[in-house]
């Protein structure tokens, strides 16, 4: 089993869309949590953390279940502009180890 | 943006060549990064050093070698290369290494091995 494992996509949203992503993660070990995103040909830039209650920026809604060992991402009122490959990356508190999923990528449509 | 530069942005080598590849960070932060991005996987975490310091060493072939000289410059030499090895390298910088640090990503050198 991969260790961060997400749904590659694509998802494929008219605009205006709300659309949700789920990332899951095999190591209950895991402290924390970001969502970032890369564009076609680009360096991934960080979207937001995630922290343990949830947390909101815009349009943006990121959530985290350590029960269930997966975090989420909302995005309302979708943009041409957020079409991109958004990734998920967990890592250890105390380390250097930062462990990326392969990415779902988002094609928001006119 | 100009946080994290790396030169250059694309390289074409044959498998006999020796080349490096430059990273250079000007935000003050300890710790940088190697990273290999192959189509449809992953990021790979290739080294990590911390003050200079390589803490890391992610089951790398001999034929990459870093090379850190102060916490801002971070290097990759290349020798032998393999075709396998074409991918986008990209470099990244962290305040620290507490895993809690959001890291800044320079654009990234693509690299073709022929």
């Known amino acids: 089993r991969k260790e961060v494992e997400q749904d590659p996509g694509p998802f494929n949203v008219p605009e205006g869309a709300t659309v949700a992503f789920n990332c899951t993660y095999s190591?209950?070990?895991?402290?924390?949590f970001f969502w970032y995103r890369q564009d076609c040909r680009k360096e991934p830039k960080l979207l937001m953390s995630?922290?343990?209650s949830g947390n909101e920026d815009g349009r943006f809604t990121a959530q985290l279940n350590r029960a269930s060992q997966y975090i989420s991402l909302l995005i309302r009122d979708s943009k041409l502009s957020d079409s991109a490959t958004y990734l998920c990356?967990?890592?250890?508190?105390?380390?250097?180890?930062?462990?990326f999923g392969t990415g779902t990528r988002l094609k928001v449509l006119a | 943006e100009t946080g994290v530069t790396q030169t250059p942005r694309h390289l074409v080598m044959g498998m006999t060549n020796k080349k490096s590849l430059k990273c250079e960070q000007h935000?003050?932060?300890?710790?940088m990064y190697w990273y290999k991005q192959s189509a449809k996987k992953p990021l790979e975490l290739m080294f990590v050093?911390?003050?200079?310091?390589?803490?890391e060493n992610n089951s790398v072939p001999s034929r990459f070698s870093p090379e850190c000289p102060n916490s801002s410059h971070l290097f990759l030499h290349l020798h032998t290369l393999q075709p396998e090895d074409s991918a986008l390298y990209l470099c990244?910088?962290?305040?620290?290494?507490?895993?809690?640090?959001?890291?800044?990503f320079g654009p990234g050198t693509r690299l073709l091995v022929l």
């Open positions: 990356v967990v890592s250890y508190s105390g380390t250097y180890k930062y462990i």
């Open positions: 990244a910088s962290s305040q620290d290494v507490t895993g809690q640090e959001t890291q800044y």
């Open positions: 995630v922290y343990s």
């Open positions: 190591n209950s070990a895991s402290q924390s």
């Open positions: 050093y911390n003050f200079k310091e390589q803490t």
């Open positions: 935000l003050g932060h300890n710790a």
